[in-house]
């Protein structure tokens, strides 16, 4: 088969995905938005460092104050998308984030650390609103592409929006940062309010008045399975984050730390780019399960900082894959009427495995050495691959039973 053949066929997917109307300009908003949002992390840190005199412990805690407020909040918010529209919770959320970023740069430590709460519940919901159209945009057999390319776009997002709050501290200050960042968060809300993109398929819309799905219905151990999935994934990966900088910097090598992490991104672009083309579908379970085993020794390669990148490229390539396919599971295994709902508890599920993953990973590298926090996280997240394995097993025993067709939410599939 000649090169060009081959780049057609890996292609195809993509270009049969893009060619849906409104998910090229959905995803174009996409990637500009979530990057002021990827940069408050490390905005906020500076600001409490350098601005307010505080440590990095204090700092931390107004992380952690956002990231709480956002676990909590992000189900809530896509149970009002699932109500009442997409645009009254954009302007709910684009109205609080105007109001926090335009006092948080002058607010004392002690009023800012219970109001980055209030934000962190009353965030933007970019990450689940664009997961939650993609799915009423795209047919069901064309979802794996369309999550890849969702999924890539915010490995771009990361990659672009920590390193520029980085260098507009450094070259400006930490508090006219705070406003920038502020500023291009509500311009991402005004964006998405004018895109306006559907959170439900057309055939979904209902004729008469919406009949309520009740939470028992839907909230199935299948779907806590894939949100378990998806914890344990981003747990590995908020602890890998970790473990890197803890590896460069005890062999002396830390200016190599950003050189490491982009390596790191471009595998899991890369990996993201070749889930979304292949013509078979890999189950969340097996993912999470690929990408936990190879973190495992990814720190006997921390010699060199070289060493330590070839040993991420594994690990690195299945990121995005296993991130797609969490969202689009959840996608097909819920009803139109409370996806946003799900999508919500979905970005709960991978904003606490971050938040879990960072400090578990810390700790465990402060009690014994770098090469640990490789370890720990990663045998945590196997572990609950093989704590859902039997909710699986189970499933597909039942429906070999009744002589019905398996679905292939958790486990592989051809298409």
């Known amino acids: 088969m000649s090169p060009e053949v081959r780049t057609h066929v890996n292609m195809k997917p993509y270009r049969q995905a893009l060619a849906l109307p409104g998910l090229r300009s959905l995803l174009v908003v996409a990637v500009l938005a979530r990057i002021p949002l990827t940069a408050t992390g490390v905005t906020l840190t500076f600001h409490v460092v350098f601005d307010l005199g505080r440590g990095y412990g204090a700092a931390g805690l107004v992380g952690t104050a956002v990231t ?9 918010l896509g149970r009002l998308v699932d109500r009442r529209g997409l645009r009254p919770v ?24 219970p109001l980055a709460f209030v934000a962190g519940s009353l965030a933007l919901p970019i990450f689940s609103v664009v997961r939650q159209s993609i799915a009423a945009l795209v047919p069901e057999d064309q979802r794996r592409p369309a999550y890849a390319l969702d999924s890539m776009s915010v490995e771009l997002s990361f990659m672009i ?7 507009l501290v450094t070259a400006i200050s930490a508090q006219t940062t705070m406003y920038l960042v502020g500023g291009g968060i509500v311009a991402a809300g005004i964006a998405l309010w004018v895109v306006n993109p559907p959170i439900r398929e057309a055939t979904a819309e209902p004729s008469g008045p919406p009949q309520p799905v009740r ?32 590896v460069l ?32 579908s890999f189950s969340p379970l097996a993912l999470t399960a690929a990408l936990a085993l190879c973190t495992i020794p990814v720190g006997l390669g921390g010699a060199h ?3 330590l990148s070839l040993a991420l490229i594994p690990a690195g390539a299945l990121c995005a894959p296993t991130i797609a396919a969490g969202s689009d599971a959840v996608s097909r295994l819920v009803p139109a009427q409370v996806r946003g709902e ?15 993953g960072a400090p578990l990973a810390g ?9 640990w926090g490789f370890v720990v996280t990663g045998a945590l997240g196997a572990l609950v691959t093989l704590v859902v394995l039997p909710i699986e097993l189970r499933r597909r025993r039942k429906a070999a039973t009744a002589g019905s067709p398996v679905e292939a939410d958790l486990t592989p599939a051809a298409h």
């Open 363 to 371: 700790a465990v590298i402060d009690a014994s050495s770098p090469l």
């Open 249 to 280: 910097r005890a062999s002396g090598e830390v200016g190599w730390t950003g050189a490491v992490l982009a390596i790191w991104a471009v595998a899991s672009l890369a990996g993201g780019f070749a889930y979304g083309a292949v013509h078979r």
């Open 68 to 76: 709480v407020g956002a676990a909590i909040g992000g189900p809530i």
């Open 342 to 356: 799900a999508m919500g508890l979905h970005g709960s599920a991978v904003t606490v495995g971050i938040a879990i």
């Open 90 to 113: 954009l302007v709910l959320t684009g109205v609080a984030e105007a109001i926090f970023w335009s006092i948080a740069p002058s607010l004392s430590y002690p009023l800012l650390l």
């Open 215 to 246: 939470r028992r219905e839907w909230l199935t151990p299948r779907l806590l399975a894939v949100l378990a999935l998806s914890a344990a994934a981003t747990l590995v990966l908020g602890g890998t984050d970790v473990a890197v900088v803890a």
């Open 305 to 307: 900082w070289w060493l």
């Open 161 to 167: 929006g920590p390193a520029l709050a980085v260098a």
